[in-house]
């Protein structure tokens, strides 16, 4: 027998809410859930993937020029060496002297910098740099040939990245990069030799020494900033043909991996997609310096 409600036909049917749907949010208590959410995601990929950097300097130029803003690539070389010819950010080691002095800042330009480098747009540090790798470990590297060429390896380099030279008519001096001279080195294990693009002005292993493999940040790959410059920053076929090390360093070489971005997809869909726990990668530090 059904009770006296459900014979009522004026009464509208109970209807039983369905098991397993939330009440839906309030837009004032979801918008400030998403802000933290997508501002924890940024810290993890700036931390992690991929971070921007600003160009403070003309030392990478006409490759890149003051102003430009790069992605940089802060996980490949946990699974591959650097490659002649690819331009990286790095930590410049304890000897090497600053290309510009920092500013002295403000609180709220200091809190603003804090937070711009959580999520990776902040301007560089002093001791940051960005060059292009001219050699690995086990390289010789010198300059110059008959036609004031770098030759790594016996094999003189047409770099056409290289709008102004430094002078070919000065002699070598270690303590200054003004000359294109410089005897020939052999690359120490663990090590790479970077110069600039702006030969005349770039602060580089001409002056300051090797660069520990350790002390790379990451990669960079791509302008994205301003946008008439969008541009991919990719290896050029300079050292093509380049012959192997005859000393080769005492650690095993990891092979190269091709295509940066192939390396980097599935990471992200493992951050996104799964909790299990990362180990720290080594070598990430913040921003950049050319």
């Not at 790798?133 to 390896?153: A, H, L």
């Not at 003189?156 to 070598?172: I, T």
């Not at 520990?212 to 920053?233: E, H, K, S, T």
């Not at 290896?235 to 005859?246: E, I, K, L, W, Y």
């Amino acid at each position: 027998m059904q009770p006296e409600d459900d014979l009522d036909p004026f009464r509208s049917p109970r209807r039983a809410r369905p098991s397993g749907i939330r009440k839906q949010m309030p837009l004032w208590q979801e918008l400030p859930l998403l802000l933290i959410v997508a501002f924890c995601l940024a810290v993890l990929i700036r931390t992690f993937l991929l971070q921007a950097f600003f160009i403070p300097s003309g030392s990478m130029e006409d490759t890149l020029l003051i102003g430009d803003r790069v992605l940089v690539n802060k996980i490949v070389y946990d699974v591959r060496d650097p490659q002649r010819g690819e331009v990286v950010v790095f930590r410049g080691p304890p000897n090497w002297t600053p290309e510009f002095q920092e500013p002295e800042l403000g609180f709220m330009a200091k809190l603003g910098r804090t937070v711009g480098d959580l999520v990776g747009v902040s301007r560089p540090g002093e001791k940051d740099f960005i060059k292009r790798v001219i050699g690995v470990p086990g390289d010789k590297v010198k300059c110059c040939d008959e036609q004031g060429r770098v030759q790594v390896n016996g094999k003189s380099l047409d770099e056409p990245y290289v709008l102004e030279n430094s002078d070919p008519d000065l002699p070598a001096n270690p303590r200054e990069c003004r000359s294109r001279q410089f005897a020939e080195i052999t690359v120490a294990p663990g090590n790479l030799w970077v110069m600039g693009d702006h030969r005349l002005v770039s602060q580089d292993s001409r002056c300051q020494g090797q660069v520990p493999i350790d002390n790379v940040i990451g990669r960079a790959f791509v302008i994205v900033w301003p946008y008439d410059r969008w541009n991919g920053l990719g290896t050029p076929s300079t050292f093509d043909g380049v012959p192997q090390a005859v000393a080769m360093p005492a650690t095993p070489v990891r092979p190269p991996v091709q295509g940066d971005i192939v390396v980097i997809l599935p990471i992200v869909g493992s951050l996104a997609f799964s909790a299990r726990s990362r180990r720290p990668f080594s070598g990430l530090r913040r921003r950049l310096r050319p």
